[in-house]
């Protein structure tokens, strides 16, 4: 097993204080940090890691422009990560997906102090090739979930785009 933390940008390792890394790994809605942050557990592949940021992205409705950082958080929380049902259309994401809860904010960011320091190790990387692979390779074999969400009428033209 392994649990990932998506990530939203390249830019997270250029961060040079804990709480600036914190507030881009671990962002809430609104403002400020999420202290029931995200995570997706995963057979540490390549390919699942690559699912899960696809079908993240597709189910937020964000369009992948590029590839994306992610980190690899297993082993790191003193908590027991708790299963939750994942806010996505996909099933997968739905069964994998995990938060960790933290009681204040200088718990988070000790955590995300610990992750910065050992980025070498634990960053993870997907392109966006991957992730239009993925997505084309689903759609070929019939992927009733991605089908659904390409003739949705909701789905962005960029995603549109990207499934071809």
């Not at 600036?20 to 029931?36: I, M, Q, T, W």
Request: hydrophobic share 35%; glycine share 8%; charged share 25%.
């Amino acid at each position: 097993m392994t649990l990932i933390r998506l990530g939203r940008r390249h830019t997270a390792p250029e961060a040079e204080t804990d709480n600036e890394f914190a507030k881009l790994v671990f962002p809430a809605k609104g403002g400020g940090l999420d202290l029931n942050p995200s995570l997706y557990e995963t057979n540490g592949t390549q390919q699942q890691l690559v699912q899960a940021h696809a079908e993240h992205t597709a189910s937020s409705c964000d369009v992948p422009s590029k590839g994306a950082l992610h980190f690899d958080v297993t082993g790191m929380a003193s908590q027991t990560p708790v299963a939750t049902v994942g806010k996505t259309r996909f099933s997968f994401t739905k069964s994998a997906h995990r938060e960790l809860r933290f009681s204040n904010y200088g718990d988070l960011v000790a955590f995300a102090g610990v992750l910065r320091h050992s980025l070498l190790r634990r960053a993870r990387e997907t392109t966006l090739a991957e992730v239009r692979n993925h997505v084309q390779q689903e759609l070929a074999k019939g992927s009733v979930e991605w089908t659904s969400f390409r003739n949705d009428p909701t789905t962005k033209s960029s995603w549109k785009r990207l499934m071809g």
